[in-house]
Every structure is written in C-alpha cells, then in structure tokens.
C-alpha cells in the first residue's frame, strides 16, 4: 500500500513555472516507476512524466525540454518541475505509483493537484 499526496499546483500566467511534489507514505526506492499523469476537462488522462527506480526519466512530447522529474528518495518524495507553462497545459495533475512485485502489479494514485495556467 502507497499513499500519495500532491501539493505545488495553482494560477500560473503563460510562460511561468511550477513544481509539484508528491510525497509518498513509504519508501520509493524500489517502485518500479513513479509517474505523473494529468487530466484537463473533457479528457483522457495522459501521462507527463515518468522515472524509474533505475532513475531513468521518461518524457511525453510535448514536455520535453520544459518538464523535469526528479525524486529524494530520502524525502519518499517525487517532483515535477514545470517551465514555460501553456495554457492548454491546465488540467488537474496526478501522481501514480506503479508498483511491481513478481508477478503482482498495482498501481496508487494521489488526489490530484489543479493546474491553471493563464494566458
């Protein structure tokens, strides 16, 4: 079991920049892949960034460039920092612990931070 809370969201005008933390109830050492997804209204949730426990971070497209993920594992906290923000990029962001163990897989979600970003 993981619980997973989101924090950093808010307004940010066009062009600006956030971070949001998702800090996790245990150690995140050894989760396969901590992820972030987001969902703007009306949509799909997609996934925005993605880093391994071998540390190895995965971009969508559309991010890359702009977006880093990082994690502490000291803090059992995952990050996203977020820069030169678009307006389109506004959506209720999630943080998703995917958790691997032999052949079981599950994956947590935190509540979810808003996003809105201003033009």
């Known amino acids: 079991q993981v619980q997973l809370v989101e924090s950093g969201g808010g307004l940010v005008l066009a062009g600006g920049s956030l971070r949001l933390s998702c800090a996790a109830s245990r150690s995140i050492f050894s989760i396969a892949a901590m992820r972030w997804y987001r969902q703007a209204p009306g949509k799909q949730r997609e996934l925005v960034a993605a880093i391994t426990s071998g540390g190895s971070e995965i971009y969508a497209d559309s991010v890359k460039g702009r977006f880093t993920v990082s994690r502490d594992t000291t803090k059992n906290t995952v990050y996203l920092q977020m820069n030169n923000l678009k307006p389109e990029e506004t959506a209720v962001y999630y943080c998703?612990?995917?958790?691997?163990?032999?052949?079981?897989?599950?994956?947590?979600w935190g509540q979810g931070t808003q996003v809105t970003v201003s033009s």
């Open positions: 998703n612990a995917h958790v691997v163990i032999a052949v079981s897989v599950r994956d947590y």
